[in-house]
């Protein structure tokens, strides 16, 4: 038995290494190194044993006693029923979804039966019915002190009727008290960050009624592993044109992480469908694209690719943010501006890309948060170290990475995770009246949260639905 046990979904798994791993593998074979199970990750000290049930997997450290190890193996499998665990279970972890896999945190995490429970981010990523579902088991956990629970949550996160007190971190200071009159406080702040003045541009968002150029179109797309019988995604129809507005939807492990793979050609089936015009970017089968020219041309910013952002500890905000005009991962050229696809950039380019990066950094830096506290300048923030960031700030660069280099189309998966809430409002003044992007890219929004998306019905935005690998507009 631990004191406490803390399970951190808004900070990156190991993140002390500074180098950059590819997280596309994943798609492809399944490495041996890569074949561990979720059971087997649950208890690590027995997966070497040839087991007939779960009960020859349960050893508990601490106690050895017939008793403890069937209290543990009694509550694992209810709580990995109660969260939707239990087909998962011999399944690769580098299968699972990034919803499935925060819950199987949770469950490991209370499998060292601690006294108390810390939380960062938990509803992150989750849909609607295991949200539901999680914060239901928490609340039972909770009122039998087994363990107490303690939850990060961030500002436009629900929080759970059973909360009876919050502390309020905003700005350099800590509010605590009952939950009604921290609200009372927090309505007041949101408010404020609502009425901030600090946004760059003109409204350049509106979405076209009847865009022409297709940047994305799907046929009968289809993805299976042969380890799994069933295919991930189902003859998926899907077009995407300049200035739509998409959100993307669907429960964890839907198949979202994986037709984001297929839409930026990062999965190796994105090459193998049935005929070159299954799946067409930007004109041309995806076949006939290079990854490499595809990076230049869609800008992404995901789970996925937060965790694997290499941390090097001389990276510069700039040069992260910079490494968005090449799609790369490390600074390169002059003045870490890039190389471009041919080697070389004009003096031009090179002025312009100076320019729109100063551009990007003016609309999302802390001068437009909003904070109470004074920020810092545009220079020092932007030679800061990434490394040295809070996680919030580090998705928000990530953010300026993706549209740095003014893309054809964007997607923005989870992008909100581990932002205050004056910083989400001043990306999202920023993508819909700040001309963050404009009538001629495309953007898809993924997240479980309708009110996530800063675009809504009466500006367009349409919404295409994941059930069990079967896709279609809603």
């Not at 990750?41 to 049930?53: Q, T, V, Y």
């Not at 939380?119 to 989750?126: I, R």
């Not at 984001?260 to 070159?276: A, K, N, V």
């Not at 990306?427 to 495309?442: F, H, M, P, S, T």
Request: glycine letters at 8%; hydrophobic letters at 35%.
């Amino acid at each position: 038995m631990s004191n406490v046990s803390f399970v951190s979904f808004a900070h990156r798994p190991n993140a002390a290494g500074g180098a950059f791993y590819d997280y596309t593998a994943r798609y492809g074979a399944v490495r041996e190194e890569d074949r561990v199970t979720l059971r087997q990750s649950m208890f690590p000290e027995e997966a070497g044993l040839i087991r007939d049930s779960i009960q020859s997997f349960v050893v508990d450290e601490v106690h050895n006693n017939v008793e403890d190890k069937e209290e543990r193996v009694r509550h694992f499998q209810e709580w990995v029923k109660n969260l939707g665990l239990q087909e998962l279970l011999d399944l690769p972890l580098i299968a699972l979804s990034n919803g499935q896999t925060r819950r199987a945190r949770i469950v490991k995490a209370l499998l060292k039966k601690p006294q108390v429970l810390l939380l960062d981010e938990p509803l992150t990523g989750l849909d609607v019915q295991t949200r539901s579902t999680l914060i239901s088991l928490l609340h039972t956990l909770h009122k039998s002190c087994s363990p107490r629970v303690i939850m990060g949550l961030r500002m436009q996160d629900p929080i759970p009727e059973w909360i009876s007190h919050l502390a309020l971190v905003s700005s350099g200071r800590v509010r605590t008290g009952q939950k009604e009159e921290v609200l009372a406080e927090v309505e007041e702040d949101n408010k404020r960050a609502r009425e901030s003045p600090h946004f760059v541009g003109t409204d350049k968002s509106a979405v076209k009624e009847n865009p022409s150029k297709v940047l994305i179109d799907m046929r009968n797309v289809n993805v299976k592993y042969h380890e799994r019988h069933a295919r991930v995604l189902k003859d998926i129809n899907w077009t995407i044109c300049a200035g739509d507005r998409w959100h993307l939807q669907g429960a964890n492990g839907s198949g979202k992480t994986t037709l984001l793979s297929i839409l930026t050609g990062d999965h190796p089936q994105s090459y193998t469908q049935r005929s070159p015009s299954s799946l067409t970017l930007f004109g041309t089968p995806r076949r006939s694209h290079a990854t490499t020219t595809l990076r230049t041309r869609i800008g992404v910013i995901s789970p996925e690719l937060y965790n694997a952002w290499p941390r090097a500890r001389d990276m510069s905000v700039w040069e992260a943010v910079a490494t968005g005009f090449d799609g790369g991962f490390v600074p390169l050229g002059d003045r870490g501006l890039g190389v471009g696809l041919r080697g070389e950039l004009s003096h031009e380019e090179l002025e312009w890309r100076e320019r729109r990066l100063w551009n990007v950094l003016e609309a999302l830096g802390p001068q437009t948060w909003g904070n109470e506290v004074k920020p810092e300048s545009m220079e020092e923030f932007a030679y800061r170290k990434f490394s040295e960031l809070p996680a919030g700030v580090q998705s928000m660069v990530l953010l300026m990475r993706a549209l740095v280099g003014q893309p054809e189309i964007v997607l923005l998966d989870e992008v909100w995770a581990g932002m205050d809430e004056s910083m989400i409002a001043a990306a999202r003044r920023y993508l819909k009246e700040g001309g963050g992007v404009d009538e001629e890219q495309g953007v898809v929004v993924i997240s479980h949260w309708e009110e996530e998306v800063p675009w809504g019905s009466e500006e367009g935005v349409r919404r295409f639905r994941l059930e069990n690998g079967i896709g279609r507009e809603a």
